[in-house]
């Protein structure tokens, strides 16, 4: 009997996230969830490379996200609670994650991947099943749309024409 190999990440992303985020909300609750859940795929990603077979990849992912929320509680119980900032603190992939949502998945996934957790282009390949040039590509791609949105935003606001890309 042979072990089965582990899909690209983005399918094994598609298939935990929602066991993933029920477990972090039922350890830390709906708020706190949402970081421990990034925090929980981006360390999987950072393993996933090294994964030689998938019998049980929900356990692999639920204990990685167990061990972040305990991280969480630790660092909780170790700080005093601090007042609320007035600004904007979330994390840049999570801002990086809103803009970039309209993309195409994997141009998406690239961008957030690349700009938000500054993975190497490689990692990014590995996580989408493809090759490095081809992460490489659709970052690209994924940044050129988004230039080109707010590019657009800018010239209605400025009246002014934007030169082409090179």
Known sequence: MGLLRPPPFEKFYEEQRAAVLGE??????????????????????????????????????????????????????????????????????????????????????????RYGYDLSYATIGAALGSSEQAARQAASAGVRRLRRRLGGADQQRSGRLSRPDR
């Open 24 to 113: 972090l909300r039922r350890l830390l609750g709906a708020q706190a969830a949402e970081d421990a859940y990034q925090e929980t795929f981006l360390r999987a990603l950072r393993a996933y490379d090294r994964l030689r077979h998938a019998d049980n990849l929900r356990a692999w992912a639920l204990t990685i996200a167990r061990r972040v929320a305990a991280d969480q509680h630790r660092r909780r119980d170790a700080e005093p609670e601090a007042p609320e900032p007035s600004l904007d603190t979330r994390p840049a992939y999570a801002e990086l994650g809103e803009l970039a949502g309209t993309l195409p998945r994997k141009e998406r996934a690239a961008v957030v991947l």
